[in-house]
């Protein structure tokens, strides 16, 4: 059978981008959640040569880790509108023939090579009535075509139907507070807005594992408010897609081209709200151990060390807060920091002195990650400013808070940036190209709060109703 597996668990938001893909394209899968199947982390590590990396996707033995949904459309045959999928085999001139002709009019299709998968062999021959036909082209589970002629496939395909365009009001690149808020009231001015998501709906504050001030929720979990800001978007009639990691946007006459991996979306204005990644300490050690000791998302992958000793770096309000956290399930937390004090507020420091499995590291500079001799993490080697003294501290994992950058390479040349790369803007969040409007953490002056940034959705929103005026 044509099988797939997806290795996630509930709190890891690109688990859930891939989940929510296949549940919206109806491909059948089996989801293994670790934090519920006994033994699945232990399976999960043997696939990827001992690195609890998710989401992980297996398609027929071969595995696909993290991938993005292009990458997974691509691989499963996924189109728009329709799934193809070609059982064939690699000596066929007819399925060479067949695969050629998908290719070249840019049609997805799963190949499933009957000399390497005898599981399909029953289906062909089912299919074809006791006989091995092949090429045997199936869509969306209903359409056959046996040995189709390209003029067949053209025709089954509806590959020279052309598609009207839909013309959206506004595009919104980047699906987080900001984005999320600037459609709300878009759409609630009866203008049409798509949210374009590289990733999963809800950015940095669907990763936070606890927000405690954002007005009217003394506490809430940030997926819990995110899900609740996307949902009221679809609910005012907002289009979103995911997995959409924008390539370029261009004007042509009076309206923006906005192109992505697989998709052109035509919209009259553009919202930038591609919000910040966490940076990085540049030190030796941390590329190779990403993802296998080294991690940027206490949410996403601190139940990996449950009862286990791990190191925090950084001294700002996430540093701490995600301490604590932390400190809540595992066995000790060493938190590390540059300076000599915390520059987190009062309030996290003086909670963390009544955390008793937090350490303090202050006044360290993070000089490198070690790995034993297998390459698993085991610490990180900091220098005292005042004593220059050298020591490794001991750990398991470490995660790493030391602010953020913007997510704006891509638009170099389309805006002005400021030299650390925020976009500039001026007025009612407008940008130096008319038309395209910034919010959220990727604007020069942002504070990187999620009450913050729902506020530049509104200035936002305010600047295209007076643009497409």
Known sequence: MNEIKLYGTEWCPECRRVKAFLEENKVSFEYIN?????????????????????????????????????????????????RVILYGADWCPDCRK?????TENMVHYQFIDIDKNEWAIPIITQLNNGKRKIPTIIINDETVLVEPENEELRQALKIDEVKEERIFDTIIVGGGAAG??????????????????????????????????????????????????????RTYGAVIKTGEDVKSIEREEELFVVKTASNRYLGK????????????????????????????CATCDGAFYRDRDIIVVGGGNSALEEGIFLAGFCKSVKIVHLLPEFTATD?????????????????????????????????LKV???????????????????????????SFKGLVELNERGFIKTTGMAQTSQDGIFAAGDCREGAIAQVAAATGEGVLASYGIREYLK
Request: with cysteine; charged share 25%.
């Open 34 to 82: 670790l934090d519920l199947e006994e033994g699945a982390a232990e399976r999960l590590e043997a696939i990827n040569e001992g690195k609890r990396i998710i989401p992980t996707v297996i398609i027929n033995d071969k595995p696909y880790i993290s991938p993005e949904n292009s990458r997974l459309a691509s691989v499963l045959g996924i189109n728009d509108g329709y």
């Open 98 to 102: 067949s695969k050629a002709f998908l």
């Open 180 to 233: 999320l808020t600037t459609s709300i009231y878009a759409q609630r001015d009866r203008f049409d807005t798509l949210i374009l998501e590289k990733k999963t709906i809800g950015g940095n504050a669907f990763i936070t594992q606890k927000i405690e001030n954002y007005p009217g929720f003394t506490s809430i979990s940030g997926p819990d408010l995110m899900d609740k800001m996307e949902e009221q978007a």
């Open 269 to 296: 204005s553009i919202v930038l709200s591609t919000g910040s990644t966490y940076r990085r300490l540049e030190i030796p050690g941390e590329s190779e151990l990403i993802g296998s000791g080294v991690h940027f």
């Open 347 to 379: 309030t996290y420091v003086e909670k963390i002195k009544s955390v008793k499995n937090i350490t303090a590291y202050c006044n360290k500079r993070s000089l490198e990650f070690i790995a034993d001799e297998n390459g698993t993490f085991s610490g």
């Open 383 to 409: 220098e005292d400013n005042s004593t220059k003294g050298v020591e490794v501290l001991t750990a398991d994992g470490a995660f790493i808070f030391i602010g953020l950058t913007p997510n704006t390479e």
